[in-house]
């Protein structure tokens, strides 16, 4: 079955600073990969999802960008956090099913 | 707009008894249903799923019963153990393109089953 490796699982940064999470897959190949976040008190928003390397489909305009450089590793990136972007990312995958399979996820505090 | 709705934020339930968690759309595209459950510091895991072709899927003490016409499917937990207190989230997807896994979630309910 696959395993989605995400770090780091929490994450202080002070506004204005850049942001890079890591997310990597293991027990399959070319996956469609996704980037959901949970704000406080809401459900999952997809923020981005990728069905192969350097493709990348945004859902919600943001200041957040997503990178995928290997078939198996997808990067959420900033250049300026703002306060807004903190929250609980979730990187998912999938296998041509609706079925996600989630990692552990980052708790982001932006102060 | 919220498509998926879930309406108890919260639900304690002492052990042993019925859990029904509820959960409503407004998106008429949506033909899958799924339902997650997360611990706190974790990310969600699948726990069942429902085809907008049935209106019932049982997986041993969970069953999903979906009303299409209210738009509106459940998901209950017979018995509840101790155990299955956690955040439960339902999710809704249309099979259209290839990028199955966008889903749209709902807010989540919190689940506390007492000893």
């Known amino acids: 079955s696959q395993t989605i490796h995400q770090w780091p699982a929490t994450l202080v940064q002070p506004v204005g600073s850049p942001l890079s999470l890591e997310c990597t897959v293991e027990?399959?190949?070319?996956?469609?990969l996704y980037w959901y976040r949970q704000a406080a008190g809401r459900g999952l928003q997809l923020l981005f999802y990728?069905?192969?390397?350097?493709?990348i489909s945004s859902e919600v305009p943001q200041n957040l960008s997503a990178s995928r450089p290997q078939d198996r590793q997808f990067i959420l990136s900033s250049k300026k956090l703002l306060l807004s972007d903190s929250g609980f990312y979730l990187c998912a995958s999938e296998q041509h099913s609706q079925k996600l399979f989630f990692g552990s996820g980052t708790q982001l505090s932006v102060l | 707009d919220q498509q998926v709705k879930q309406n108890s934020p919260s639900l304690s339930v002492q052990e042993g008894r019925i859990s029904i968690l509820n959960c409503d759309y407004t998106n008429s595209m949506f033909d899958y249903f799924l339902w997650y459950k997360k611990y706190p510091a974790e990310g969600p895991t699948f726990l069942i799923s429902i085809s907008s072709i049935k209106d019932k899927n049982e997986d041993g003490r969970f069953t999903v019963f979906l009303n299409k016409s209210a738009k509106h499917l459940s998901l209950h937990i017979v018995p509840s153990q101790p155990g299955d207190s956690a955040v439960y989230f339902c999710a809704a997807s249309a099979s259209t393109g290839t990028s199955y896994g966008k889903l749209t979630f709902g807010q989540g309910t919190i689940l506390t089953v007492h000893p």
């Open positions: 027990g399959t190949s070319n996956p469609n």
């Open positions: 990728s069905v192969g390397i350097g493709q």
